[in-house]
């Protein structure tokens, strides 16, 4: 059974910082590239970042060029998200994202709230 499980949301002040995991479970992870993606209020799931399978390739979104950074360790299967500088306008749901083989995987989400 696939899982994508993330962990790590919250609530944090404007300028703080925030480390989400993603433990994926079920499929062979090294072989998939990962993604993580944020759906706020009332708007459209947005592209935050993604890494190829060994990590050589890495992409991020406008929004967060500069201040998150996407990982991934294939030895426990396990993607991460360190976001720092972290504003009000990054309050979203988190949502961790498989691809490979034409399957695509996602996991539940986890909040992330950013206010004073």
């Known amino acids: 059974q696939v899982q994508l499980v993330e962990s790590g949301g919250g609530l944090v002040q404007p300028g703080g910082s925030l480390r989400l995991s993603c433990a994926a479970s079920?499929?062979?992870?090294?072989?998939?590239?990962m993604s993580w993606y944020r759906q706020a209020p009332g708007k459209e799931r947005e592209f935050v970042a993604t890494?190829?399978?060994?990590?050589?390739?890495?992409n991020y979104g406008d929004s967060v060029e500069g201040r998150f950074t996407i990982s991934r360790d294939n030895a426990v299967n396990t993607m991460f998200l360190q976001m720092n500088s972290l504003v009000p306008e990054d309050t979203a749901v988190y949502y961790c994202?498989?691809?490979?083989?034409?399957?695509?995987?996602w996991g539940q989400g986890t909040q992330v709230t950013v206010s004073s």
């Open positions: 994202h498989a691809y490979g083989f034409g399957n695509k995987y």
């Open positions: 079920g499929f062979t992870f090294r072989n998939y590239v």
């Open positions: 890494i190829s399978t060994a990590a050589r390739t890495i």
